[in-house]
């Protein structure tokens, strides 16, 4: 098997807090590769999210190592780690984090116009159609549906045709059907440009569409990694 895209070696995860260390990940070794679907299920509170944020270098390990896309991110600054993760790694929340003051478009192209490239709304336009909201490329979030916001956020994570893409429940504000349908063009993203993605999810149905299900328990793996 090829090399890793994700690798995590004994990675933990502690912060500060009024009330003195949290422990928050403990001693978490698996491996992703190359486009592979994963799953990320657990409890409230049992570090999934805050693993998610140690895939893509938005938390840094406070012991072991990850890599990811052949770096070790514990030794790059953050300059370098937003030079990766603009490049190479979508990111999808469960809130939008939309600009509220750019459009659809926009909101899309920036982020691709700041990476240097010409061709940025373009692209932009090009994926906004592909998740079904580009007669909406004008309009501001606050016009926009939950539904429809949560489109353009996967459209930005999209643009960049990144290796990775990391979504931390993003069907969590969705009604259902609309919430099926974000999840259909997020695993969509393998088809279109053979994207890796990890999935935090309480639902077990959605996670069972995965190739993999990791589960947490209180900042611990639940099962074999390399299951």
């Given at each position: 098997m090829s090399s890793p895209l994700l690798s995590l070696d004994h990675a933990s995860l502690s912060l500060r807090s009024n009330a003195g260390r949290v422990d928050i990940l403990h001693g978490i070794t698996l491996d992703v590769h190359e486009g592979e679907t994963v799953g990320l299920t657990g409890p409230s509170g049992s570090g999934k999210s805050s693993l998610l944020m140690l895939m893509g270098g938005l938390e840094r390990a406070t012991g072991g190592t990850v890599r990811a896309l052949g770096h070790d991110l514990g030794k790059m600054n953050e300059d370098a780690l937003a030079k990766l993760r603009r490049d190479n790694v979508g990111v999808v929340f469960q809130s939008f984090h939309l600009i509220p003051t750019l459009t659809a478009l926009e909101n899309v192209a920036t982020p691709l116009e700041l990476a240097g490239h010409d061709d940025a709304f373009d692209r932009a336009a090009d994926e906004l159609r592909a998740v079904g909201v580009g007669h909406r490329a004008d309009h501001y979030p606050f016009q926009l549906s939950g539904g429809e916001q949560q489109r353009v956020a996967l459209a930005r994570a999209a643009a960049p045709r990144p290796r990775m893409v990391l979504a931390d429940e993003p069907t969590g504000n969705?009604?259902?059907?609309?919430?099926?349908?974000?999840?259909?063009?997020?695993?969509?993203?393998?088809?279109?440009?053979?994207?890796?993605?990890?999935?935090?999810?309480?639902?077990?149905?959605?996670?069972?569409r995965c190739d993999r299900v990791i589960r947490l328990i209180d900042g611990r793996l639940d099962v074999d990694p390399t299951g």
């Open positions: 969705l009604d259902g059907p609309t919430g099926e349908v974000i999840v259909d063009l997020l695993f969509g993203l393998r088809e279109r440009y053979g994207s890796t993605l990890v999935l935090v999810t309480h639902d077990t149905e959605l996670a069972a």
